[in-house]
């Protein structure tokens, strides 16, 4: 497929050329060439008549299958544009989609990329109706008024049975995480901006040799698995990547897959430190936001530095202090900034960081074990190692562990036959973790 890329930039809408051209790229497509124009959205065409005339100059000369938008468009400027050129017009969301669709393998992540198209198209559709009112018989793929308000009713009902199929994927994940819980797992999210190396991340993290392909949106399925953290218990799981200004109906189809994030214990915000500056800057104030806007912004976080391997270590340090500014401006909550290569396996400072936060995550409290005799104490704070931190064990008759332990992780505790008393926090003794 061949395409003409059409970018305007505006001081309300900026576009980036380089994402936007690896967008065109990861959908497939062979970019024959890339319009600008900096001007405020023209409300009938998105860019002005000059550059449209320009642009109509290049589609006879090129000969595109499709003119893609940087820009969002909405139904009646796509309609326009259609008009006047002749040719397949489509704007930078339904991109997206066109490269969800190729990346989806699950069976959830193909319902959650059918409904954010199927909702993505509804304002199409509509807007078919009402241009066939208005007497134009163009309609919507080639279809009469009745026909399209058909259309139109067929997704509505695809749409709500979709949800239902979703909701019941949402429903057995919560009891598996609940599972979890009791058998004292610890829950790390990885979220960033598509193509920081979160999949590589987790490859590292876990030992697994799972897809990491350097383009956008290699992952739409949600990957959980088992990594080593000393003799903790620790699941990582991968998430979709964010891109900037993510729009509300793909947030909705995603909304079990991003649960992820904010159901996580520890969210780790993975940022491709190689990039330019502006780019850095740009993608991690753009994922900060999108966190807010999920409520995820208040959980336990790092941002990871990815890809340092690909720098000096005066210019990575250098860039680790201005995110540092920039988390202390935007993200004070954040617990601190850890650099890592994913792909030499150059872990660390995360490991080190995360070993500091773990015991101060609001999952845990300062408990008590009391084991009778006829119990084997080892097997209990073994257990208890695996799941929290042992601050001492007093081997008297009974045998006391005080120990940091996770709620959830009570009911496994009992059944190996120990009691649990509560513990004065003043006596646990733990220093709080530090932000650097």
Same mark, same amino acid.
């Given at each position: ?5 059409v970018i @305007?930039y505006?001081?309300g809408?900026?576009p980036?050329r380089?994402e936007f ?11 024959l060439?890339v %319009? ?6 023209h ?6 008549r000059?550059?449209?005339? &320009?642009?109509?100059e290049?589609?006879?000369?090129? @000969? ?9 468009l909405t139904?009646s ?8 050129l002749r ?5 930078r969301w =339904? ?11 699950s069976?959830?992540?193909k319902?959650q990329v059918?409904l954010a ?8 559709v509509?807007e078919?109706i009402r241009?066939i009112r208005?007497?134009d018989?163009a ?7 009745y026909?399209t !308000? =058909?259309?139109l !009713?067929?997704?509505?009902r695809?749409m709500g ?8 994927i949402?429903?057995?994940? &919560? ?11 610890l829950?790390v ?22 897809e990491?392909? $350097?383009q ?7 990957t959980t ?9 620790v699941l ?8 900037d ?8 189809a995603f ?8 159901r ?9 430190a ?9 993608k991690?104030?753009a994922?900060?936001?999108?966190l807010?806007?999920?409520?995820a912004? =208040? ?12 720098l000096?270590?005066d210019?990575?340090? &250098?860039k680790r202090r201005?995110?540092?500014e920039? @988390? ?6 954040? !617990?601190?900034? %850890? ?9 660390e ?5 995360l070993? $500091?936060?773990?015991p101060?995550l609001?999952k ?5 074990? %009391?084991?009778?005799?006829g119990?084997?104490?080892a097997?209990?704070?073994s257990?208890?190692e695996?799941v929290g931190k042992?601050l001492?064990?007093?081997?008297s008759?009974p ?5 940091l332990?996770?709620?959830g992780a009570?009911k496994e505790l009992g059944?190996?036959?120990v009691?649990?008393e509560?513990?004065?926090e003043?006596?646990h003794g ?7």
């Amino acid at each position: 497929m061949k395409a003409i890329g059409v970018i @305007r930039y505006s001081r309300g809408e900026s576009p980036s050329r380089e994402e936007f051209e690896e967008l065109l790229r990861s959908a497939g497509y062979d970019v024959l060439a890339v %319009v600008e124009q900096r001007r405020e959205e023209h409300p009938g065409y998105n860019i002005g008549r000059g550059k449209l005339e &320009e642009l109509k100059e290049l589609v006879r000369e090129l @000969r595109p299958d499709r003119v893609v938008f940087a820009n969002r468009l909405t139904p009646s400027q796509a309609y326009n544009l259609w008009k006047e050129l002749r040719v397949d017009v489509i704007d930078r969301w =339904q991109l997206v989609l066109e490269i969800f669709e190729r990346r989806a393998h699950s069976k959830e992540a193909k319902l959650q990329v059918e409904l954010a198209s199927l909702h993505y198209e509804i304002p199409f559709v509509k807007e078919a109706i009402r241009r066939i009112r208005l007497g134009d018989r163009a309609g919507f793929k080639g279809m009469g008024e009745y026909q399209t !308000r =058909q259309y139109l !009713r067929h997704v509505r009902r695809r749409m709500g049975r979709i949800r239902k199929r979703l909701e019941k994927i949402r429903e057995d994940r &919560e009891i598996r995480r609940e599972r979890r819980e009791e058998l004292g797992f610890l829950l790390v999210a990885l979220a960033g901006y598509t193509n920081a190396g979160k999949s590589t991340l987790l490859n590292a993290l876990a030992g697994e040799t799972l897809e990491a392909g $350097n383009q956008m949106f290699t992952t739409l399925d949600t990957t959980t698995r088992r990594f080593g953290l000393g003799r903790r218990r620790v699941l990582v799981t991968d998430t979709v990547g964010f891109i900037d200004n993510l729009p509300p109906f793909i947030v909705e189809a995603f909304h079990s897959t991003l649960e992820e994030i904010v159901r996580a214990d520890v969210v780790l915000l993975v940022i491709d430190a190689s990039e330019s500056w502006g780019e850095v800057k740009r993608k991690l104030l753009a994922s900060l936001k999108i966190l807010k806007e999920l409520k995820a912004l =208040q959980k336990p976080t790092l941002i990871v530095m990815n890809k340092v391997d690909l720098l000096e270590r005066d210019e990575a340090e &250098e860039k680790r202090r201005r995110v540092v500014e920039l @988390r202390e401006l935007y993200a004070p909550s954040v !617990r601190g900034v %850890v650099m890592v290569s994913a792909k030499e396996k150059e872990l660390e400072e995360l490991y080190k960081a995360l070993e $500091n936060l773990i015991p101060h995550l609001p999952k845990y409290r300062p408990l008590e074990v %009391v084991v009778p005799s006829g119990t084997d104490p080892a097997r209990v704070v073994s257990f208890i190692e695996s799941v929290g931190k042992v601050l001492g064990v007093d081997y008297s008759n009974p045998v006391r562990v005080r120990a940091l332990l996770p709620l959830g992780a009570l009911k496994e505790l009992g059944n190996l036959g120990v009691k649990v008393e509560a513990l004065n926090e003043a006596d646990h003794g733990e220093e709080p973790v530090n932000d650097e």
